[in-house]
T-cell receptor, first 111, second 115 residues
Framework: GESVGLHLPTLSVQEGDNSIINCAYSNSASDYFIWYKQESGKGPQFIIDIRSNMDKRQGQRVTVLLNKTVKHLSLQIAATQPGDSAVYFC??????????FGAGTTVTVRA | DAGVIQSPRHEVTEMGQEVTLRCKPISGHDYLFWYRQTMMRGLELLIY????????DSGMPEDRFSAKMPNASFSTLKIQPSEPRDSAVYFC?????????????FGPGTRLTVL
């Protein structure tokens, strides 16, 4: 029968290539956004964050882009490695103060 | 720093039994959060504490769920009686402050299976 539940987007990427993971957020008043990485059997791990007064922020091998006009967030991973295989979540901090998580994107790195 | 510590890592119990999940936040963090993660609903905030006081428990699914934080270094999430639909991974997270620019650090989670 048909499976029920969240249908997580997936991304398969060749080792060494760049990855782009996209996220749409819902609240135009959200002012802070975070990307988390969750490996199998572990809790979400902070990767990078960005405030709403910025449109780009860079970390080590990762870049987050924020487009407030279309309420879109992306995470770019440069030179993807096997250790980057995980589920990636974006989270938005709404004015209520609650952190709301997206459904997640499963990234698989091909050797 | 050891990070957020949760115990047990795995729990298997039978329907109707009481389950207690434990969390030790990062020392010095004022906020503690309990989340539940399932394939059906993703990652959901259940409750959070500030300085040991429950602030928002609107995510707690029903009265069978309760959470306490008797001191700054310990919190529990209790389910009584447990039901099969409670099966999930439960995460505890802590942060220095709430919301604005404060990163939540997650523990490894407790995988709960209710038979």
């Amino acid at each position: 029968g048909e499976s029920v539940g969240l249908h997580l987007p997936t991304l398969s990427v060749q080792e060494g290539d760049n990855s782009i993971i996209n996220c749409a957020y819902s609240n135009s008043a959200s002012d802070y956004f975070i990307w988390y990485k969750q490996e199998s059997g572990k809790g979400p791990q902070f990767i990078i964050d960005i405030r709403s007064n910025m449109d780009k922020r860079q970390g080590q091998r990762v870049t987050v882009l924020l487009n407030k006009t279309v309420k879109h967030l992306s995470l770019q991973i440069a030179a993807t490695q096997p250790g980057d295989s995980a589920v990636y979540f974006c989270a938005e901090n709404s004015p209520s103060g609650k952190l709301s998580f997206g459904a997640g994107t499963t990234v698989t790195v091909r050797a | 720093d050891a990070g957020v510590i949760q115990s047990p890592r795995h729990e298997v119990t039978e329907m109707g039994q009481e389950v207690t999940l434990r969390c030790k936040p990062i020392s010095g963090h004022d906020y503690l959060f309990w989340y539940r993660q399932t394939m059906m609903r993703g990652l959901e905030l259940l409750i959070y504490f500030n300085n040991n006081v429950p602030i928002d428990d609107s995510g707690m699914p029903e009265d069978r769920f309760s959470a306490k934080m008797p001191n700054a270094s310990f919190s529990t999430l209790k389910i009584q009686p447990s039901e099969p639909r409670d099966s999930a991974v439960y995460f505890c997270a802590s942060s220095l402050s709430r919301g604005r620019s404060d990163t939540q650090y997650f523990g490894p989670g407790t995988r709960l299976t209710v038979l």
